[in-house]
């Protein structure tokens, strides 16, 4: 082959391998502008906030509850999941990013005794084969694009999962701590009961009241007394799922759950016979409950710290994925450009003979196109449903901020009101036991019924 051909076609590859860098087909991908958010939320320092929810279970100041959740990062098999879903992700993205070299290198040989014309011969070949369709419209590097989209949504979905996660921590360790603090008061309850009971048996023995009165307190007694199991249930229930959240069994959580102090039942002062219940203060309950209190916060939030939410960012990058494959289906309606090449060496010769390669070299080396033609409108509508899809992600991501906002504001304004009722809770409690000892005084001296 003469040089000048030869520098020709050299050239001609160059110029294709400097197209290949600078067409890169379908539409580059744009942030969607989100819905707007609610006027009412603060307009402050996102950033600020988002230090302050990072370790949101910390308020509470709870050494145990810390203790649960970073067990859970460490041991949910949720968790574990997710960040082996990243793996493959970054796998994924690997090979993508192999893709623009030569995408076939293979190495072939071979070797065969033929027998012809009653003579018998030995054949052998060895070969380096190499091929490289050149990125000419871009389809690697969209597949690149997609790709990395990709990883970057299975890192938010492991940050989802493990926010989920947490939540769900608390949530059972609250509902086991509350179950406890029931079942502490309930036998409180119960002993009041007791001696209510005694009482009125005393008072019956008196000829002082009826039989109805002991029936009527040792019915209030046993119906306390029978709310203790399914306050033990609630219990184990939470417990169990604690567990699941951490990856082992329930014997393993209990010893950490067990407080560190057991709490006996408080003496109770007693007025002829019946105990008498003191007035109750909510900072004295909060200091001596076993449930985790976080300090009241003002109930307003940054409207752009919803945006970081992990679940809606994964969302936006499932439709920077999609958008990228819009321009990697596109690529098919377009030739697709390649170089190849062989070096090796091939002979047959007989049997009686030896092997001699020096005359057996052969080398091949061009460029070469396909172009699918005649595909009847099918790569064409093949765009089309990729174009529906990224629109319907969009979508989608736009439906996750409203459900987000939906969310949040709901949690807002369930905050603001239970404080509110909390202290009429608190209130009422004080006031029922305040008719409590009026009535269990006025009962033992004779001037009311049971």
């Known amino acids: 082959m003469p040089w000048p051909k030869r520098i020709r076609q050299t050239a001609a590859a160059g110029l294709l391998a400097l197209l290949s860098a600078c067409t890169v087909l379908g539409p580059d991908y744009v942030p969607p502008e989100p819905p707007p958010l609610p006027d009412s939320w603060n307009e402050q320092d996102a950033s600020a906030q988002a230090q302050d929810v990072g370790s949101w279970w910390q308020v509470f ?6 203790e649960l959740i970073a067990r859970c990062a460490r041991q949910n098999l949720g968790v574990e999941a997710a960040g082996l879903r990243i793996v493959q992700a970054r796998a994924a993205l690997g090979i993508s990013d192999a893709l623009v070299f030569p995408q076939q290198q293979q190495i072939n040989g071979s070797y065969a005794g033929l027998y012809r014309n009653e003579d018998w011969f030995q054949s052998a070949n060895l070969s380096l ?8 419209w871009g389809k690697y590097a969209r597949g690149i694009e997609a790709s ?23 949530r059972n360790y609250i509902n086991y701590r509350t179950a406890e603090e029931r079942i502490y008061l309930s036998r409180q309850n119960i002993e009041i009961q007791e001696r209510v009971v005694a009482m009125t048996q005393v008072q019956y023995e008196a000829g002082n009241v009826s039989e109805l009165d002991v029936q009527q307190a040792r019915t209030q007694l046993y119906a306390t007394q029978s709310s203790l199991p399914s306050l033990n249930i609630a219990r184990l229930q939470s417990l169990n799922a604690i567990a ?13 759950l067990a407080p ?29 409950s076993v449930i985790p209190v976080a300090p009241r916060i003002e109930p307003r939030i940054d409207s752009q710290l919803v945006l970081r939410r992990p679940d809606l960012q994964v969302a936006e990058m499932q439709a920077r994925a999609q958008s990228a494959r819009i321009g990697l289906t596109q690529t098919d309606l377009y030739p697709q450009f390649f170089l190849f090449g062989s070096v090796g060496v091939n002979q047959t010769v007989k049997s009686s003979e030896s092997f001699d390669f020096d005359d057996a070299l052969t080398a091949s080396i061009g460029p ?3 172009w699918n033609i005649f595909n009847y409108d099918r790569i064409k509508n ?10 319907e992600s969009l979508t989608n991501y736009n439906q996750r901020i409203l459900q ?3 969310e949040v504001s709901n949690a807002l304004d369930a905050y603001e009101n239970n404080l509110e009722r909390s202290t009429y809770d608190l209130q009422a409690v004080e006031a029922s036991i305040r008719a409590f000892n009026i009535s269990a005084t006025q009962y033992n001296n004779g001037l009311v019924t049971y």
């Open 61 to 66: 100041d709870d050494p145990v509850l810390d």
């Open 129 to 136: 084969d190499v091929g490289w369709e050149m990125d000419i």
């Open 148 to 170: 990395e989209a990709t990883l970057y949504a299975s890192i938010a979905s492991y940050n989802d999962v493990l926010v989920s996660v947490s939540a769900e921590v608390a």
């Open 244 to 256: 699941l959240l951490l990856g082992t069994v329930p014997e393993k959580i209990a010893p950490l």
């Open 260 to 288: 560190a102090v057991e709490r006996p039942l408080p003496e109770l002062a007693s007025s002829g016979g019946v105990a008498q219940r003191s007035g109750l203060d909510d900072t004295d309950y909060a200091r001596s």
């Open 368 to 370: 070469g196109l396909s």
């Open 382 to 391: 093949q765009v089309r449903i990729q174009d529906a899809l990224f629109e």
């Open 404 to 406: 987000a906002v939906q």
